[in-house]
Nanobody, 121 residues
Framework: QVQLVESGGGLVQAGGSLRLSCAAS????????MGWYRQAPGKQRELVATIISGGDPNYADSVKGRFTISRDNAKNTVYLQMNSLKPEDTAVYYC???????????????WGQGTQVTVSS
């Protein structure tokens, strides 16, 4: 059993900041990629930022220069620091992990339950 527990969402004014956290727990041997995706009402889920263990982060063009993704491998936790927030950043933000269970050679995808981020103008 694997869990991704997200926290840090909320309501903020345009120009403000929020920090999202996502902690993975359960039967995990290792995690390859962790990341954040978002889905606004009436739109498809889209990539926000991802980071591979020991690798460089990857960002959507819309958030480059404003958002920073980081991870703590010892804690199986990924963070998303969001600065200069805009109303168009309003969405449900989902954490994602590509993980390897114990006693397995296959990586699996897992999603968090989502956390709401609302940016008012």
């Amino acid at each position: 059993q694997v869990q991704l527990v997200e926290s840090g969402g909320g309501l903020v004014q345009a120009g403000g900041s929020l920090r999202l956290s996502c902690a993975a727990s359960g039967s995990i041997f290792s995690i390859n990629t962790m990341g954040w995706y978002r889905q606004a009402p009436g739109k498809q889920r889209e990539l926000v930022a991802t980071i591979i263990s020991g690798g460089d982060p990857n960002y959507a063009d819309s958030v480059k220069g404003r958002f920073t993704i980081s991870r703590d491998n010892a804690k199986n936790t990924v963070y998303l620091q969001m600065n200069s927030l805009k109303p168009e950043d309003t969405a449900v933000y989902y954490c994602h992990a590509e993980y390897l269970p114990h006693h397995s050679y296959t990586f699996y995808d897992y999603w968090g339950q989502g956390t709401q981020v609302t940016v008012s103008s």
